[in-house]
Structure formats: C-alpha cells, structure tokens
C-alpha cells in the first residue's frame, strides 16, 4: 500500500513541478509587456487573458502537488496540539464529506463545461477577436482527476494512521528550514549567536565613539 501511495504522490510531484513553469511564463510575459507600454507605447490587448489563463492553469495543476505535500492552508490553532489518530479522524471525515464530493461536483461540470467550450470552439470575451479559451476550460477536468487521485491516498493514509497511530511517510521535495537543526548540523549554540550579537554591537559603538 505504501508504494502505491507513494508512487501517487510521484505523479502529482511531478505535475506540479512541470506546471511550475508556468512561473517563469508569466514573469517574462509580464516584464515584456511593461516594456512594450512603457518605452514603445505599444501595449498588447491579449497579454491579459493570457496571463489569466496562464496563472489559472498553474493554480489547478499545482492543487494534487500542494496536497501530496500537506500544504493546503488549515486552522492550526488546536490540530497540531492533538495525537496522529485524532487528526487522521478529523482528516478523513473531512475528506468524506467534504472534498471528495466538491471535487467530483468539480470533475463532473468541468468536464461538460469543457465539452461545450470545444463544441463551439469557445473564444474570450474579454476582447475582440479574443484567443481561444476551449483549451484552458480543459485542464478543469483534468486537474479535477488529479485532485480525486490525490484525495483518495490522503484518505488511504488516513485509515492507515488510524490503524497504526502514525502518519505514514510522504514524498518531499521542499522543505521548510528547521532552526534548530540547522543549529545542531553546524554545531552552533544559543549563547553562542548572543555572544556574537554582543561582539557585533560593541564593534559598533566603537566606531561611533572613534572622532
């Protein structure tokens, strides 16, 4: 169970690596279009729905990713105070509840909402002679399958946790900086950053009682 939860995970990482791009994407196009109005008066009516799209794009594709890593924003305030099979308790009856039907909603109309916006090769309105936009409404389905995939190794981990007591491991890529452990790999002490501290702001004073 823990290689296919795992290769799961695989998937969206690697998805929402690709789709991170997109990033890049984005800045230059933005920075193009700054020149273009700034030093040549020659601005481009489809730079806005392209870095709508663009950005929209990378919004639904990094949503499995962002739930493979735990990263979706939740209150905190009294979940981290409690042990693993409660939270997996409170986890899975959300997941039950509330996501996996929003997202299947999500799946389900995206897929006909799509299907319509091909039918009639659908064209931005927000200018005229607008790009296409059929081929951005296609990533509404696709992104919601890959959130459903996702949802049901979140779930699978979840009865786990139950079982076990323990949250079973996950696929990193990025992590946030622990402190303290970066204390102890360069074997660097509390007292020791306040002496420096101390030796940095004596430095300083000297210099300024110099004439």
């Known amino acids: 169970m823990q290689k296919i939860l795992l290769r799961?995970?695989?998937?969206?990482?690697?998805?929402?690596?690709?789709?991170?791009?997109?990033?890049?994407?984005?800045?230059?196009?933005?920075?193009?279009e700054i020149f273009a109005r700034r030093f040549f008066d020659a601005p481009h009516a489809w730079v806005f729905d392209a870095q709508l799209q663009l950005y929209g794009v990378l919004f639904m594709m990094a949503g499995a990713y962002t739930l493979a890593k735990s990263g979706h924003v939740r209150g905190d305030v009294l979940y981290g105070f409690f042990s693993p099979r409660v939270q997996a308790g409170i986890d899975l009856t959300l997941y039950?509840?509330?996501?996996?039907?929003g997202v299947m909603a999500l799946t389900f109309a995206g897929t006909f909402y799509a299907a319509d916006a091909w039918r009639i090769k659908?064209?931005?309105s927000v200018m005229v002679d607008g790009p296409p936009i059929y081929t951005f409404k296609s990533f509404i389905p696709l992104a919601g399958a890959l959130m459903i995939l996702q949802g049901t190794a979140e779930i699978a981990r979840c009865v786990i946790c139950l079982k076990t007591g323990e949250w079973p491991s996950r696929v990193r890529d990025v992590q946030e900086v622990d402190v303290d452990e970066l204390k102890k790999m360069v074997n660097v002490k509390d007292e020791?950053?306040?002496?420096?501290?101390?030796?940095?702001?004596?430095?300083?004073?000297?210099?300024?009682?110099?004439?």
């Open 192 to 211: 020791d950053i306040q002496a420096l501290d101390k030796f940095v702001i004596e430095q300083e004073q000297r210099k300024e009682s110099k004439p």
């Open 8 to 32: 799961i995970d695989r998937i969206s990482t690697w998805v929402g690596q690709a789709f991170s791009w997109l990033i890049l994407a984005l800045t230059f196009l933005m920075t193009y």
């Open 96 to 101: 039950v509840a509330f996501f996996i039907p």
């Open 122 to 124: 659908e064209m931005s």
